[in-house]
């Protein structure tokens, strides 16, 4: 059984400390997903959303883009300080997704773009979505395709395992099996959602070389970062010189070019 409680400690000071940085790192893959999860969650003029684990506000400002009464919320001061600092006209409120502090169906629409697999009890967000949606009102949110079908991952992956160590990091494992579309799906269901359905989202993410990948990644994400942070500092040039061999098919005259592989999934309350 997953220490909900190690989990919910170790996402909370991972994503504290990756706040200040994750605009210029992370943020640059995944705001790319954002059309996707909005379309998929039918956001449009005038409606109501939600953007749980809403990190700095990309998503809940694309809401707001497209004319939707829009507010996120995180567990993490310092994401919403950026969020806040970044969006001065929307509402951000610090609360926890198995927890949403909102009335029963208060929002048409609740979306989270790579947050709800970093929940200690993704099935109980979902619930909780289910619960603060009004009759018919959307959810979707992003999930990242497996390692072996995602580029960046696979390749700082594979040259930990060739030199560096797997592991290293003591992250606690996840809360919940959301590995696959059928995962999420099933998800959805046993939360009570109707239509559910998935749909695979793509991207490329761009950078000078490895090292660019591995420290874009270290600055800004939670478990990544855990464990390229758990490397011995000796074994990092090899582990970047690898990055750089395997990812010689991705170079282009601007650098690297790596593709991006993600799903949305999405239902609807009954």
Not at 102 to 118: E, K, L
Request: glycine content about 12%; some cysteine.
């Amino acid at each position: 059984m997953a220490d909900t409680e190690a989990i919910r400690a170790f996402e909370h000071a991972g994503w504290e400390k990756a706040a200040g940085r994750y605009v210029d790192s992370f943020a640059t893959a995944t705001r790319q997903f954002i059309p996707g999860l909005l379309d998929a969650a039918r956001v449009r003029a005038g409606c109501s959303v939600l953007d749980v684990a809403c990190g700095p506000g990309f998503v809940t400002a694309g809401a707001a883009a497209r004319g939707a009464v829009a507010r996120g919320l995180d567990f993490s001061p310092a994401m919403l300080g950026v969020a806040r600092a970044r969006h001065p006209g929307i509402q951000f409120d610090e609360g926890d997704a198995e927890a949403l502090p909102y009335a029963d169906g208060a929002f048409d629409a609740v979306v989270s773009n790579f947050g709800i697999h970093h929940v200690p009890r993704p099935i109980v967000a979902l619930c909780q979505a289910h619960r603060v949606l009004r009759p018919g009102g959307a959810i979707a949110f992003t999930i990242w395709a497996a390692p072996t079908e995602n580029v960046a991952w696979k390749l700082v992956f594979d040259a930990i395992r060739r030199c560096g160590d797997m592991s290293a990091s003591r992250a606690p494992a996840p809360g919940g099996g959301f590995g696959t579309p059928a995962d999420c799906a099933t998800a959805l269901e046993q939360a009570g959602f109707a239509d559910v359905g998935t749909r695979p989202l793509g991207g490329v993410w761009r950078h000078a070389d490895g090292r660019a990948v591995l420290e874009a990644l270290r600055a800004g994400t939670a478990r990544m970062a855990a464990l390229i942070g758990a490397q011995p500092e000796a074994a990092i040039p090899a582990i970047v010189a690898e990055i750089d061999r395997a990812a010689a098919e991705y170079r282009d005259t601007q650098g690297l070019a790596i593709p991006l592989s993600a799903f949305v999934a999405f239902g609807r309350r009954g």
